[in-house]
């Protein structure tokens, strides 16, 4: 069975940070390019970044890049949403999502690419 779980989600003050961790079962973890993403209530879900499957490449939006680090753990099945620097308009839900094979600088915002998806987790940035 496929379980894809997000955690680290919460409440933090302007300017600080937190960890998001995405811990997946039931398939090869290191087959699959891991994407981050998150969405706001009645706005589009938005692409924040990618860690490819093949040699751990990532990509970033424009929005987060310099604040947010992508990272995996093969060995741990997991993959992390390093945040730093936070602002009040990183308030959404978070979601990663799991693409089998590589992901590219044109596929990794693709999402309809991504085969599996985490329930999301909540992360609030207070003033």
């Known amino acids: 069975e496929v379980q894809i779980v997000e955690s680290g989600g919460g409440l933090v003050q302007a300017g600080g940070s937190l960890r998001l961790s995405c811990t997946a079962s039931?398939?090869?973890?290191?087959?699959?390019?891991i994407g981050w993403f998150r969405q706001v209530p009645g706005k589009e879900r938005e692409g924040l970044g990618s860690i490819s499957s093949s040699d751990g490449s990532t990509y970033y939006a424009d929005s987060v890049k310099g604040r947010f680090i992508i990272s995996r753990d093969n060995a741990k099945e997991s993959a992390y949403l390093q945040m730093n620097s936070l602002k009040l308009e990183d308030t959404a839900v978070y979601y990663c999502a799991l693409d089998l094979g590589s992901s590219t600088a044109q596929s990794w915002n693709i999402m309809w690419e991504y085969e599996y998806w985490g329930q999301g987790t909540q992360v609030t940035v207070s003033s």
């Open positions: 039931g398939f090869t973890f290191k087959d699959y390019s």
